[in-house]
């Protein structure tokens, strides 16, 4: 069983959706979770943190459910500059960031 | 801020050849990360680096690879011989530190080097 999981998607949905990705972990002591952009042929970028009470920047909420280990990413009134790959991360044993193998984001007009 | 560095952007070598790959962090960041990006994957962790010293290396293939940062700014990752397995992405990153408990480090990525092995 992979440490990070993400369904590759594609999720492809029209502009002004509402989309959500799930992310499962499998160490039960990963105390740090992130998710990353990454649009296509360019480097991952930090999109926002997760923090344990659930958090929201824009459009975009970030939730972790501690006793399921997994997080969720919800992306609101998606926007033609929203197609990418989100990137699951957590923190596995010490140190050490875990990526998932993304999920593909693809918005349509 | 100038961001992390990387070079070359592009590299074409045949199997059994040698390669080598630069990487420069944002000035100021102990934590340096080699990752291996192979199409359709996440990134996978190589080798991380605090400072001058080996934080992990578990996922290395150490016959065949290798990597350095022995001043603890800039850092080489080295491949040889190289295999045809090898061609991905090789993504260097940094942050100001370790990504402990309760720590929140945003890693820095540099725009990569795209390898095929042919």
């Known amino acids: 069983r992979k440490e990070v999981e993400q369904d590759p998607g594609p999720f492809n949905v029209p502009e002004g959706a509402t989309v959500a990705f799930n992310c499962t972990y499998s160490?039960?002591?990963?105390?740090?979770f992130f998710w990353y952009r990454q649009d296509c042929r360019k480097e991952p970028k930090l999109l926002m943190s997760v923090y344990s009470s659930g958090n929201e920047d824009g459009r975009f909420t970030a939730q972790l459910n501690r006793a399921s280990q997994y997080i969720s990413l919800l992306i609101r009134d998606s926007k033609l500059s929203d197609s990418a790959t989100y990137l699951c991360v957590a923190t596995g044993g010490t140190y050490k960031y875990i990526f998932g193998t993304g999920t593909r984001l693809k918005v349509l007009a | 801020e100038a961001g992390v560095a990387q070079s070359p952007r592009y590299k074409i070598i045949e199997k059994r050849q040698s390669v080598a790959f630069w990487c420069n962090p944002i000035?100021?960041?102990?934590?340096l990360y080699w990752y291996q990006q192979i199409l359709g994957q996440g990134p996978k962790l190589l080798i991380q680096f605090q400072n001058n010293g080996v934080v992990d290396d578990s996922q290395l293939p150490k016959d065949r690879f290798s990597a350095e940062r022995l001043k603890g700014v800039d850092s080489t990752l080295k491949i040889q011989p190289a295999k045809l397995e090898d061609s991905a992405v090789y993504l260097c990153?940094?942050?100001?530190?370790?990504?402990?408990?309760?720590?929140?480090?945003?890693?820095?990525f540099g725009p990569g080097t795209r390898l095929t092995v042919l």
């Open positions: 990153a940094s942050s100001l530190g370790l990504a402990g408990l309760g720590s929140y480090n945003e890693q820095f």
């Open positions: 000035s100021g960041h102990a934590t």
């Open positions: 160490n039960s002591a990963s105390q740090s």
